[in-house]
């Protein structure tokens, strides 16, 4: 069926105009009734955030989100766009969505008087009703809110006439969602000037005043330490938002897994498959769960869960590296690649005191205690003394980064416990996940004391 694609047309199907924050209302509350997911990709939050969000939008508040980076912030306030209408009806031409029943433009209020039902309208959809602005220190009124165009004033227009404005970001998204990250860097004029847009409708440009009666839901994200102890929003504004809603890291290594399993780059098209054991995953969630009670660590800067993401991306790619120059069949990361985490962790956290080598002692602490936590979780100590027994007996493995798999399997060969290892595991008896399993197990005896290790030359030797 055919969109209406003009004023008559539009009346004539009985279309009902809404405001934006009646339209998410309305959709929210369908999308309950069914029973829809309304947040996708969203993953902690659905007995904490999510229900905040949603008595948010049940009371048509303006809301700001306040947490530490790396906590879907800015994933919230997109997702939040998707309950709006797939198309909406918009005055054609008109740069502010104007509503075809009740425009709020000089050019959308001209045309309809003079065409009246002829006017003609266009649909626009759910993206283009999204605005988002990045707050910096040299953020403008004319970037948020619109400035005189000195073309249209040489085309003959008088400095006063609404129509030598140029809209900006805010106008543009009338009818929709508009979002300001990092508020608390907006400078103080300009939070201003958007309080009066947010609440007495209307600004003032160049000395004349414009009548703007937006309809936009605001959403602002600020870091909770510049909100409430810097003293950089202004608190008028801080009273305008009806909602303060605050994000939390992942409570738990198996949320923090299932994020980044969700996120991670999937290394296709290398030529190799890659295996990821679930203990490594496993592994690399809790390596940022401790980061984030570790007290060298400035946890007002937080610890962000690209962390984790990072940290299983660098995993694999030496995996999938080593596998290339080994010519190994399959790719599988292992304990031995811990060592590429340096790379994409140092530069994401922040120490409190700062010495040489201090970051990186911080790394092998979190390591050690990470895989200390893993193994601990899937066996424990009294199941391996036949194991012990063979290392007593003088038994010595040597592991390492670039020891190919063939090596790790031989080894096995001669363990027969190593077949039960892999169940508990839940992992296959293929030569990679036996050379990572293998790892696991050597260092999980290490760190509890029972098993000794030198490390030579970038390799490691377990024995008794």
Not at 170 to 195: M, S
Not at 267 to 287: K, S, T
Not at 375 to 395: D, K, N, T
């Amino acid at each position: 069926m055919a969109l209406p694609s003009t004023l008559g047309e539009l009346r004539g199907s009985e279309y009902r105009m809404r405001s934006v924050r009646e339209e998410l209302r309305d959709n929210l509350v369908d999308a309950l009734r069914h029973g829809r997911e309304r947040f996708q990709g969203l993953v902690g939050y659905q007995d904490t955030v999510i229900p905040q969000i949603e008595n948010a939008l049940l009371a048509g508040q303006d809301i700001v989100f306040l947490g530490e980076r790396g906590q879907a912030k800015s994933r919230l306030i997109r997702a939040m766009a998707q309950l709006l209408d797939e198309q909406i009806p918009v005055v054609r031409g008109s740069e502010v969505h104007d509503h075809p029943y009740a425009p709020i433009s000089r050019f959308g209020r001209d045309l309809v008087r003079e065409q009246g039902d002829q006017t003609p309208v266009t649909w626009i959809g759910r993206e283009d009703r999204f605005g988002e602005k990045l707050a910096t220190p040299d953020t403008s009124i004319a970037d948020l809110i619109g400035e005189v165009d000195p073309i249209r004033v040489a085309e003959g227009r008088y400095l006063a006439d609404e129509l030598t404005i140029h809209y900006g970001l805010l106008p543009r998204v009338n009818r929709g969602i508009f979002a300001i990250n990092e508020l608390p860097d907006l400078a103080e004029r300009i939070q201003v000037g958007l309080l009066n847009v947010m609440e007495e409708r209307d600004v003032q440009i160049r000395g004349f005043q414009v009548r703007l009666p937006l309809d936009v839901l605001v959403v602002a994200t600020a870091n909770p330490e510049d909100y409430t102890n810097r003293g950089r929003i202004i608190t008028p504004l801080k009273d305008r938002f009806g909602s303060q809603i605050r994000t939390h890291y992942p409570r738990s290594p198996e949320a923090e897994a299932e994020i980044v399993e969700q996120e991670r780059d999937q290394f296709a098209g290398l030529g190799i498959p890659l295996h990821v054991p679930q203990y490594m995953l496993e592994l690399v969630a809790e390596i940022s769960q401790l980061a984030r009670r570790t007290t060298q660590i400035n946890q007002r800067s937080g610890v962000s869960v690209r962390l984790s993401i990072a940290n299983f991306e660098s995993l694999c790619a030496n995996a999938v590296r080593r596998a290339i120059a080994l010519q190994e069949a399959e790719a599988v990361p292992r304990l031995s690649d811990l060592g590429a985490l340096s790379a994409s962790t140092l530069g994401k956290l922040e120490l409190e005191t700062w010495e040489e080598g201090e970051d990186q002692a911080v790394l092998q602490k979190l390591l050690r205690s990470a895989t200390g936590n893993v193994f601990r979780r899937h066996f424990s100590i009294p199941e391996f003394g036949p194991v012990l027994a063979r290392f007593e007996q003088g038994l010595t493995i040597e592991v390492g980064e670039m020891v190919p798999v063939e090596r790790y399997q031989q080894v096995a060969d001669g363990i027969p416990e190593m077949k039960r290892i892999l169940s508990d595991l839940d992992e296959p008896q293929q030569p990679g996940s036996v050379a990572a399993a293998l790892e696991l197990v050597l260092e999980g005896l290490h760190l509890a004391k029972r098993l000794n290790k030198t490390v030579v030359d970038g390799t490691s030797v377990y024995g008794g």
